[in-house]
């Protein structure tokens, strides 16, 4: 896992592209602290900041180059099966000088070219230079797990680099997209335009995109993979037992898989199904296989005083079953305000919530221990309908399908469990329910605020609410929290549900595989029977990293917010100024409904955003002292 950087351009139109990628390595050092390197030479200039995991010798430095010097690489991300390609690769004649996974992909693209990225099974982001053609090859893995962001000016420069920041010099004015944060201030939509940034000019390589460009040429984007979910109601019931059976081998080989590692490997728990599913899994084969040991499995949590949300029952039940050594972080109001603009220049776009930042403490926490690859259990939710939304859905597919008596029971079952009422945003969900909000409206004051996307609302079938969520309005965002809060502290964050060979089979799934008889995320309970402790497997509440968002905005955060939103530099640029004076007024009297605060916090976090990122080099003083120091 590091930070990838560099600028390819027409010969003798970029003299200083050396010291700009220097710079731009500088900026994302925090991704790759265990050494950096880079690549001059006609047309080109890599760089490459490095976190140690696979091969932790100098055979894994980068920009690496192939036995003939013809092509170079920097690459962020891990390739899982590098082992079994190693192999392959060898008997087609390959000497490797290492044995990390960095050196089998430049061989894979050596050997089969662009049709490499058919045979690769992991996260990646990378860039091949060919100095033969002058050409750029360039893909990120088929979910979008590791980012890759680029400039170009058509066909003379192409600046790519793992994070924005990174790229902000090659937009001198710094615009924001409107139309990206007007959809983020309306609907809280964020990350679901695959190719758009919250910066004008500055793009993202979709998840699933390879890219190539050359001088005089320009850029060529295409996709190489992509898949359907099925939109089957029913399974029938002697396939039950059997889909249950092939999900636990399943995801056992793909949480083996991610453990491939020269480094230790932790676990991020938050007491909910996923991370929990992974803790388990680990534990059971470690002792199946007899090498269990009291301090090999180490989890990471954040954890909170306030009883409504508070998942240390949970957590410690998961101890309890394991035997792992737990590590526990108390993140707080106070400490959120304090680092509230260092985390969004991590974060590089505006947030959702107070949520990720707790996570933001957890990878902190593991970093302060020692441990530099966390296992998490981002992807489940999405495809295995464990958000409260997808009940609707299912209800609505049953419905429409003239399942009346299904549909009823079902709705019987899901909603007479306290559990789940209990843990369900309404006022958060009616963005799904209603193609317009009262407080959006007035916040727009008068005039159209943007609408709704069509396919955000309650979609025709459950299979296609999970493909929008997989692909555009859910997982994405999550990866790039997961991502940025994560290699903020130099730790590699694994997905093991977003392995695509294991996306692929899921997306296979009738509906009632992953809702009925009251249940979400039905075919994971089956299959992990007697590998999840029963609190967990049978737990119908749903926390993931919740904070006291209501006593924090009311408290620590109120004197930010009032600061953020009584004169406004960019915020009056998208909604109108009368609109957010309307909603400040409104909070301080304490007339504000909880239904409109998360409104409240979009706002005022755009606001401080902007002003890091919208105005030339105005970053955290940290942040700028790291860079002067290391371009220097």
Same mark, same amino acid.
């Given at each position: 896992?590091?930070?990838?950087?560099?600028?390819?351009?027409?010969?003798?139109?970029?003299?200083?592209?050396?010291?700009?990628?220097?710079?731009?390595?500088?900026?994302?050092?925090?991704?790759?602290?265990?050494?950096?390197?880079?690549?001059?030479?006609?047309?080109?200039?890599?760089?490459?900041?490095?976190?140690?995991?696979?091969?932790?010798?100098?055979?894994?430095?980068?920009?690496?180059?192939?036995?003939?010097?013809?092509?170079?690489?920097?690459?962020?991300?891990?390739?899982?099966?590098?082992?079994?390609?190693?192999?392959?690769?060898?008997?087609? #004649?390959?000497?490797?000088?290492?044995?990390?996974?960095?050196?089998?992909?430049?061989?894979?693209?050596?050997?089969?070219?662009?049709?490499?990225?058919?045979?690769?099974?992991?996260?990646?982001?990378?860039?091949?230079?060919?100095?033969?053609?002058?050409?750029?090859?360039?893909?990120?893995?088929?979910?979008?797990?590791?980012?890759?962001?680029?400039?170009?000016?058509?066909?003379?420069?192409?600046?790519?680099?793992?994070?924005?920041?990174?790229?902000?010099?090659?937009?001198?004015?710094?615009?924001?997209?409107?139309?990206?944060?007007?959809?983020?201030?309306?609907?809280?939509?964020?990350?679901?335009?695959?190719?758009?940034?919250?910066?004008?000019?500055?793009?993202?390589?979709?998840?699933?995109?390879?890219?190539?460009?050359?001088?005089?040429? #320009?850029?060529?984007?295409?996709?190489?993979?992509?898949?359907?979910?099925?939109?089957?109601?029913?399974?029938?019931?002697?396939?039950?037992?059997?889909?249950?059976?092939?999900?636990?081998?399943?995801?056992?080989?793909?949480?083996?898989?991610?453990?491939?590692?020269? @480094?230790?490997?932790?676990?991020?728990?938050?007491?909910?199904?996923?991370?929990?599913?992974?803790?388990?899994?680990?534990?059971?084969?470690?002792?199946?296989?007899?090498?269990?040991?009291?301090?090999? /499995?180490?989890?990471?949590?954040? +954890?909170?005083?306030?009883?409504?949300?508070?998942?240390?029952?949970?957590?410690?039940?998961?101890?309890?079953?394991?035997?792992?050594?737990?590590?526990?972080?108390?993140?707080?109001?106070?400490?959120?305000?304090?680092?509230?603009?260092?985390?969004?220049?991590?974060?590089?776009?505006?947030?959702?919530?107070?949520?990720?930042?707790?996570?933001? +403490?957890?990878?902190?926490?593991?970093?302060?221990?020692?441990?530099?690859?966390?296992?998490?259990? /981002?992807?489940?939710?999405?495809?295995?309908?464990?958000?409260?939304?997808?009940?609707?859905?299912?209800?609505?597919? $049953?419905?429409?399908?003239?399942?009346?008596?299904?549909?009823?029971?079902?709705?019987?079952?899901?909603?007479?469990?306290?559990?789940?009422?209990?843990?369900?945003?309404?006022?958060?969900?009616?963005?799904?329910?209603?193609?317009?909000?009262?407080?959006?409206?007035?916040?727009?004051?008068?005039?159209?605020?943007?609408?709704?996307?069509?396919?955000?609302? @309650?979609?025709?079938?459950?299979?296609?609410?999970?493909?929008?969520?997989?692909?555009?309005?859910? $997982?994405? $965002?999550?990866?790039?929290?997961?991502?940025?809060?994560?290699?903020?502290?130099?730790?590699?964050?694994?997905?093991?549900?977003?392995?695509? @060979?294991?996306?692929?089979?899921?997306?296979?799934?009738?509906?009632?595989?992953?809702?009925?008889?009251?249940?979400?995320?039905?075919?994971?309970?089956?299959?992990?029977?007697?590998?999840?402790?029963?609190?967990?497997?049978?737990?119908?509440?749903?926390?993931?990293?919740?904070?006291?968002?209501?006593?924090?905005?009311?408290?620590?955060?109120?004197?930010?917010?009032?600061?953020?939103?009584?004169?406004?530099?960019?915020?009056?640029?998208? @909604?109108?100024?009368?609109?957010?004076?309307?909603?400040?007024?409104?909070?301080?009297? #304490?007339?504000?409904?909880?239904?409109?605060?998360?409104?409240?916090?979009?706002?005022?976090?755009?606001?401080?955003?902007?002003?890091?990122?919208?105005?030339?080099?105005?970053?955290?003083?940290?942040?700028?002292?790291?860079?002067?120091?290391?371009?220097?």
């Amino acid at each position: 896992m590091c930070g990838i950087a560099g600028i390819v351009f027409d010969s003798g139109a970029r003299d200083d592209a050396p010291r700009v990628v220097r710079r731009m390595i500088a900026a994302q050092r925090h991704r790759g602290p265990d050494g950096e390197g880079f690549h001059d030479n006609e047309g080109v200039s890599l760089g490459h900041c490095r976190l140690a995991i696979i091969d932790t010798s100098d055979a894994g430095h980068q920009p690496m180059s192939d036995h003939g010097g013809r092509y170079w690489i920097t690459y962020n991300g891990e390739i899982y099966n590098y082992i079994e390609l190693a192999e392959e690769l060898k008997k087609l #004649g390959h000497v490797f000088r290492g044995h990390s996974d960095t050196e089998v992909l430049l061989a894979a693209y050596v050997q089969w070219g662009s049709d490499c990225l058919k045979r690769l099974r992991g996260m990646f982001a990378f860039a091949i230079w060919d100095s033969y053609e002058l050409r750029l090859f360039a893909a990120r893995d088929r979910l979008g797990i590791k980012p890759f962001h680029y400039y170009t000016d058509g066909d003379h420069l192409l600046a790519f680099s793992s994070e924005l920041k990174a790229l902000l010099e090659f937009s001198p004015a710094q615009c924001v997209n409107q139309k990206l944060a007007a959809d983020y201030l309306a609907w809280n939509l964020l990350d679901h335009e695959a190719a758009e940034t919250m910066l004008a000019g500055i793009h993202r390589l979709p998840a699933a995109h390879a890219l190539s460009w050359q001088a005089r040429v #320009g850029l060529k984007l295409w996709r190489y993979w992509d898949f359907e979910v099925n939109e089957e109601l029913h399974a029938a019931p002697e396939r039950r037992k059997l889909l249950e059976k092939e999900f636990r081998e399943r995801f056992e080989d793909v949480v083996q898989l991610h453990l491939r590692s020269d @480094v230790p490997v932790g676990s991020a728990l938050s007491g909910g199904l996923d991370s929990s599913a992974i803790v388990c899994v680990i534990n059971n084969e470690l002792r199946r296989k007899g090498i269990w040991r009291d301090d090999w /499995q180490h989890v990471f949590s954040a +954890c909170f005083d306030e009883p409504a949300i508070d998942e240390r029952p949970y957590m410690n039940e998961v101890q309890r079953a394991t035997g792992c050594q737990s590590h526990e972080v108390f993140p707080n109001g106070e400490q959120f305000r304090a680092e509230m603009d260092q985390w969004l220049w991590y974060q590089e776009e505006p947030v959702a919530g107070t949520g990720p930042y707790a996570h933001y +403490c957890v990878a902190r926490l593991a970093k302060a221990s020692g441990v530099k690859v966390l296992l998490d259990g /981002q992807g489940a939710d999405e495809q295995l309908a464990g958000y409260r939304k997808f009940i609707l859905v299912y209800l609505r597919q $049953l419905s429409a399908a003239s399942h009346y008596a299904r549909a009823a029971y079902e709705a019987a079952r899901f909603f007479s469990s306290p559990a789940i009422l209990r843990t369900s945003d309404f006022s958060y969900g009616r963005r799904y329910l209603f193609k317009s909000l009262s407080e959006v409206d007035d916040l727009w004051n008068g005039a159209a605020p943007p609408s709704r996307p069509p396919a955000l609302g @309650v979609a025709t079938s459950l299979g296609k609410r999970t493909e929008a969520d997989i692909k555009q309005y859910s $997982l994405p $965002l999550l990866l790039r929290y997961e991502d940025r809060n994560t290699m903020a502290f130099g730790i590699e964050s694994r997905v093991p549900f977003v392995d695509h @060979v294991f996306v692929e089979w899921l997306a296979t799934l009738p509906a009632d595989m992953r809702l009925s008889d009251g249940w979400t995320k039905r075919i994971m309970r089956g299959a992990l029977r007697g590998i999840l402790p029963e609190r967990i497997r049978t737990r119908k509440s749903k926390l993931g990293f919740s904070t006291p968002f209501a006593s924090w905005l009311n408290g620590p955060l109120a004197g930010w917010v009032r600061e953020s939103l009584q004169n406004p530099e960019y915020l009056s640029e998208i @909604v109108d100024q009368r609109g957010v004076a309307r909603l400040l007024g409104r909070f301080q009297a #304490g007339t504000l409904p909880a239904s409109s605060f998360n409104l409240l916090f979009r706002c005022a976090v755009y606001e401080s955003w902007a002003r890091q990122y919208l105005a030339a080099r105005r970053v955290p003083a940290a942040v700028t002292e790291m860079i002067e120091i290391a371009v220097a």
